[in-house]
């Protein structure tokens, strides 16, 4: 079955850099296009970033353009965030989940989320 | 940047009862792109609607999606037990935007 598993979330202090990972099985991994999305506590949903499935083209959501970079590697099943100049209004679940761009635009299979907290 | 607006933003009512959220885009979003997610506590969301009226493999036919161009419409026909969660739509057009639920609780 589709398992995502993301791992690498934490404490970081504002300013600080964080990386986090996300394992993917069950599914060909290189078919599909990838997302991140956070949740901050108690509050909605707010897509972060997606990236097609060769690398070519990324695209980020404005509040973390500059200052994030996703990537993937295809041989590892694995996606990734690079997360720097980390701000307390980053503080939330972040999740990976497949993208539909060819299809809906929807996020079909999600993780359980990584928690960052960004905190002095 | 395209806002979703979902109303209201709390809804109360009992098992057996029909259930109508709202969402309202800030500019036209085309069909093919308005999805509807469930989420409940301490879970990720998990698609229910796509496509603005397709429901996900799954999903029983209780729950319905409908409408077109700024205004759309999640429909549960009779509430069940395990239908009260917080319910999220979601378009992607040039970016991608949630709108910020509507939670659905039992009366």
């Known amino acids: 079955q589709v398992q995502l598993v993301e791992s690498g979330g934490g404490l970081v202090k504002p300013g600080g850099s964080l990386r986090l990972s996300c394992a993917a099985s069950?599914?060909?991994?290189?078919?599909?296009?990838m997302s991140w999305i956070r949740q901050a506590p108690g509050k909605g949903l707010e897509w972060v970033s997606y990236?097609?499935?060769?690398?070519?083209?990324?695209n980020y959501a404005d509040s973390v353009k500059g200052r994030f970079t996703i990537s993937r590697d295809n041989a590892k099943n694995s996606l990734y965030l690079q997360m720097n100049s980390l701000r307390a209004e980053d503080t939330a679940v972040y999740y990976c989940?497949?993208?539909?761009?060819?299809?809906?635009?929807?996020?079909?299979?999600w993780g359980q989320g990584t928690l960052v907290t960004v905190s002095s | 940047e395209i806002v979703l607006t979902q109303s209201p933003g709390t809804l109360s009512l009992s098992p057996g009862e029909r259930a109508t959220l709202a969402c309202r885009a800030s500019?036209?979003?085309?069909?093919?792109?308005l999805v509807w997610y469930q989420q409940k506590p301490g879970q990720a969301p998990r698609v229910f609607v796509y496509?603005?009226?397709s429901r996900a493999t799954g999903i029983p036919d209780r729950f319905s999606g409908s409408g077109s161009g700024t205004d759309f419409t999640l429909t549960i026909s009779r509430l069940e037990p395990e239908d009260f969660a917080v319910y999220y739509c979601?378009?992607?057009?040039?970016?991608?935007?949630f709108g910020q639920g509507t939670r659905l609780e039992i009366k």
């Open positions: 989940a497949t993208f539909g761009y060819d299809s809906s635009g929807e996020f079909d299979y």
């Open positions: 069950g599914f060909t991994f290189s078919d599909y296009y």
């Open positions: 990236i097609s499935i060769s690398s070519t083209y990324t």
């Open positions: 500019q036209s979003v085309s069909s093919s792109y």
């Open positions: 496509g603005a009226s």
């Open positions: 979601q378009q992607y057009g040039s970016s991608i935007t």
